[in-house]
């Protein structure tokens, strides 16, 4: 939930909640608010009350951290002891002076990932003891008034502190990805809608490379593959900046618009669709590539297929032998650059294919409740005409399409989806009793 983020959308975290509690609250986020009450004025006492449902039902008073639940906490210390000791034992490990190259290794790379951890933790267990410091000056302080009420200051102080450094101790034991943290890949495809589809496609693919040149992320075209109406029957990227994939990767699946089309005479809206897909960047030792597993083809680019047509064999086509993919790439005029991209491509895919067999055989987060995370879930409508958006996951509908196609409004879709990320994975860390 993070104490330097500030207020997230307020839609944004009202859907979020009324994902966790739909036995409680509507799925509809006007069921919560007053008649002809716009919900962009949604009061925030209300969106905390929300949000402190899923915490803590015996939470009274608005504060800065929303209350953690006895349960929660219980099972976070557990979590937290058995964290220490496994630190302890990585520690006298490493001050073993006959412990081997390999064993000093391991056991540094293990402290690393735990570090962050282990100072939180000691970081709490002084301000316990401050906080139960100041609790006894309190029992002690009752006939001098200006002490008593300092610290009574102090302690409601040190409290929220308390609480800001639980939140951030249960953020850094959530199930993490490690892929959230690579570059990404971004593919658009046009689906069903023709034309239309076409260039539907190319306005969510320069949506997104609005969005990347915002945020100060580098948006590579790898590929486009151009249709009659100069729109993109195709369209690939390679986007670099920090935790792209972790940023984006919600944004995989089905887009729908409803629109008048250009070609479209009599006015009439039609519905089309294209399919997104974001994969974590990979190189050849993430996926153990080998030269002798590759099949690499050229050939010439040209007409609506490639952006430079030319009359040399520059276009590339790179086929993984074992797996039969396949990836074309002529956007460049150097055989050597497309080669490159190529081969960027079909590192990606395939790590994506490793991290899907992995998925499969280790239980995983309730990615149900924000998406399946399938291609072909639709996740997302753009309606034209009423000037909406609309994510299917999170219910949540922003009436500003113009803008969110300039790469604007996006945010306010990842951070809804990534604020349900990680209610779901608190949720699931819940369940977890060991």
């Known amino acids: 939930m993070g104490n330097g983020g500030g207020r997230l959308n307020h839609c944004v975290m009202v859907a979020a909640c009324r994902k966790l509690h739909s036995h409680t609250i509507s799925r509809r986020i006007n069921v919560c608010r007053a008649p002809?009450?716009?919900?962009?004025?949604?009061?925030?006492?209300?969106?905390?009350?929300?949000?402190?449902?899923?915490?803590?039902?015996?939470?009274?008073?608005?504060?800065?951290?929303?209350?953690?639940?006895?349960?929660?906490?219980?099972?976070?210390?557990?979590?937290?002891?058995?964290?220490?000791?496994?630190?302890?034992?990585?520690?006298?490990?490493?001050n073993q002076p006959d412990a081997s190259p390999e064993q000093y290794s391991t056991a540094n790379k293990e402290l690393k990932k735990l570090?962050?951890?282990?100072?939180?933790?000691?970081?709490?267990?002084?301000?316990?003891?401050?906080?139960?410091?100041?609790?006894?000056?309190?029992?002690?302080?009752?006939?001098?008034k200006d002490m008593h009420q300092m610290a009574s200051e102090e302690l409601g102080q040190a409290s929220d502190e308390e609480k800001r450094i639980r939140h951030s101790l249960l953020k850094s034991l959530l199930p993490k990805d490690d892929a959230d943290e690579r570059d990404c890949i971004l593919e658009v495809r046009a689906g069903t809608g023709g034309e239309e589809a076409s260039l539907f496609a190319m306005d969510i693919f320069k949506m997104y490379e609005k969005y990347s040149q915002k945020k100060g992320w580098k948006f590579e075209v790898l590929d486009v593959a151009e249709s009659d109406l100069k729109g993109y029957k195709e369209?690939?990227?390679?986007?670099?900046?920090?935790?792209?994939?972790?940023?984006?990767?919600?944004?995989?699946?089905?887009?729908?618009?409803?629109?008048?089309?250009?070609?479209?005479?009599?006015?009439?809206?039609?519905?089309?669709?294209?399919?997104?897909?974001?994969?974590?960047?990979?190189?050849?030792?993430?996926?153990?590539?080998?030269?002798?597993?590759?099949?690499?083809?050229?050939?010439?680019?040209?007409?609506?297929?490639?952006?430079?047509?030319?009359?040399?064999?520059?276009a590339v086509r790179v086929t993984h032998v074992p797996t039969g993919l396949t990836v074309?790439?002529?956007?460049?005029?150097?055989?050597?650059?497309?080669?490159?991209?190529?081969?960027?491509?079909?590192?990606?895919?395939?790590?994506?294919?490793?991290?899907?067999?992995?998925?499969?055989?280790?239980?995983?987060?309730?990615?149900?409740?924000?998406?399946?995370?399938d291609r072909s879930e639709r996740i997302r409508t753009y309606n034209f005409p009423q000037g909406r958006v609309t994510d299917h996951r999170v219910g949540i509908t922003t009436h500003s399409i113009d803008g969110l196609m300039q790469g604007d409004n996006l945010d306010t879709f990842v951070d809804a989806l990534l604020l349900q990320q990680e209610m779901d994975a608190i949720a699931s860390f819940t369940s977890t009793k060991h």
Do not use: W
């Open 36 to 94: 002809n009450y716009n919900h962009s004025q949604l009061p925030f006492s209300i969106e905390t009350t929300l949000l402190r449902r899923y915490f803590s039902s015996s939470a009274e008073t608005a504060q800065s951290q929303p209350e953690l639940s006895l349960d929660l906490i219980n099972i976070m210390d557990q979590k937290l002891a058995a964290i220490e000791n496994r630190n302890s034992c990585l520690q006298a490990i490493v």
């Open 115 to 144: 570090r962050h951890t282990v100072e939180l933790v000691t970081e709490m267990r002084k301000k316990h003891k401050e906080i139960e410091g100041l609790k006894l000056l309190l029992t002690e302080s009752q006939d001098d």
């Open 235 to 314: 369209a690939s990227a390679a986007i670099s900046g920090a935790d792209v994939y972790g940023k984006l990767k919600f944004e995989s699946g089905v887009h729908r618009v409803q629109r008048v089309p250009v070609t479209e005479k009599s006015g009439r809206v039609h519905t089309s669709a294209v399919s997104v897909v974001i994969l974590p960047q990979a190189d050849q030792v993430d996926v153990h590539l080998k030269n002798e597993d590759l099949k690499i083809d050229t050939y010439r680019s040209g007409g609506s297929g490639g952006q430079h047509a030319n009359t040399t064999n520059s």
């Open 328 to 373: 074309n790439i002529q956007d460049e005029r150097s055989q050597h650059m497309n080669k490159a991209k190529a081969l960027k491509l079909l590192c990606a895919k395939l790590y994506e294919i490793e991290r899907a067999r992995a998925d499969a055989s280790r239980s995983r987060l309730r990615t149900e409740q924000i998406g399946s995370g």
